[in-house]
């Protein structure tokens, strides 16, 4: 990969991992625009570290609380908020995990296609828009019960198939439920956390296990550079939904979905 074709993937990668537009479709489309080859388990891995490590940084305070409350449960207080807001993000993160062990190799297979990707940038879009338009918006964050909790974690396993979004299907999950768009967003970014920690760990696994020679100062590029933009686009994402909401980024994917069937179908 070269270090133009690197940086700009990074860019796109750091801009929609959290933003509900699907990363997935876009790293399909740039690359069949300029007719570059698939980045490789290299890069992904670089840049799911790079959105980490903004997420983190971006919800620094919920994250170490999340911390806490896995060292209470550890040390059997699981009363406390802390606590429960741990063990609801971990009960959310089974089911994905479970998805990435089981289906992951037989996704990337068979459904890393234009044709999946609009179908799942529009559908999702449209889906997205309703919930956002008419759910209400009764709940925060410290309503989330663990049914909730089950069915977010259901929702994010679906973001194994590309063009789903994983922030964007949780967050119409969550919309859905009943809470708040903001809440909602948050809710999700947190729920992001271990699931890019499992998904980094898995796919540095692969790569330092297999033969082909790893690029350590590319990546280290690509770290950065995802890291940056993405807590950019976090912040830009905060910002809008608290005063737009969703819509925007609804039919966004619409319009996104209609690029790739001219371009690429």
């Not at 290299?42 to 980490?52: R, T, Y």
Request: hydrophobic letters at 55%.
């Amino acid at each position: 990969m070269g270090l133009t074709q690197l940086i700009v993937l990074a860019v796109v990668q750091g801009l929609t991992e959290f933003l509900p537009i699907s990363s997935s479709g876009h790293l399909v489309l740039v690359p069949g625009i300029f007719g570059w080859t698939d980045q490789g388990l290299a890069f992904d891995v670089a840049v799911h570290f790079g959105s980490l490590l903004a997420v983190c940084a971006y919800f620094r305070h919920d994250v170490l609380a999340m911390l806490l409350g896995a060292t209470n449960i550890v040390t059997g207080d699981v009363r406390s908020v802390n606590a429960q807001m741990a063990l609801k993000l971990g009960i959310a993160t089974v089911p994905v995990a479970l998805a990435g062990l089981l289906f992951a190799g037989w996704i990337a297979s068979n459904l890393r296609d234009p044709t999946v990707v609009v179908v799942t940038l529009s559908g999702y879009g449209i889906l997205m828009g309703f919930a956002d338009r008419y759910s209400s918006a009764e709940r925060n964050i410290t309503d989330v019960g663990f049914r909730d909790a089950i069915l977010l974690g259901l929702a994010q396993s679906l973001a194994l198939v590309p063009g789903t979004s994983r922030s964007g299907i949780t967050i119409t999950t969550a919309r859905l439920l009943g809470i708040a768009r903001q809440d909602a967003a948050r809710f999700s970014f947190l729920l992001s956390v271990p699931a890019i920690v499992l998904a980094t760990m898995y796919e540095a696994v692969i790569l330092i296990t297999g033969d082909a020679a790893v690029p350590w100062d590319n990546l280290g590029i690509a770290a950065l550079i995802s890291a940056i933009v993405a807590y950019i686009s976090i912040e830009f994402f905060m910002r809008v939904v608290s005063l737009i909401g969703l819509m925007p980024f609804a039919i966004y994917r619409l319009l996104l979905a209609s690029v790739i069937v001219y371009v690429l179908l």
